[in-house]
């Protein structure tokens, strides 16, 4: 069995929970699974209300779509960038 891609994110704004932060996400590769009910055309546009759906999925620590739509706009394109970067194939990836 291969191992499962992650990629890291530091947050330029990090997220408060309570009375501490999130400061960096581990993103993992979705299952195909995770992606139902989305467009992967979508995702790899870096359409917001997908990467809002999917990043739940996805996210350790594990953010509600709240969080997710609250985050800062830069902090989640260098979200929506990893997962686009999920979705391609390993020839395209160089």
């Known amino acids: 069995m291969s191992k499962p891609v992650t990629a890291t994110v530091e ?3 990090p997220i408060k929970r309570n009375q501490e932060e999130v400061a960096k996400l581990n993103l993992r590769k979705p299952a195909s699974g995770e992606l139902r009910g989305l467009s992967l055309a979508d995702l790899i546009n870096m359409d917001v209300d997908s990467i809002t759906k999917v990043l739940p999925r996805i996210s350790n620590p ?24 999920f979705l391609l194939p390993k020839r395209l990836k160089g």
């Open 62 to 85: 594990t953010l509600t779509e709240q969080e997710v739509r609250e985050m800062d706009p830069a902090d989640l394109a260098a979200c929506g960038t990893e997962i686009a970067g």
């Open 11 to 13: 947050l330029d704004t």
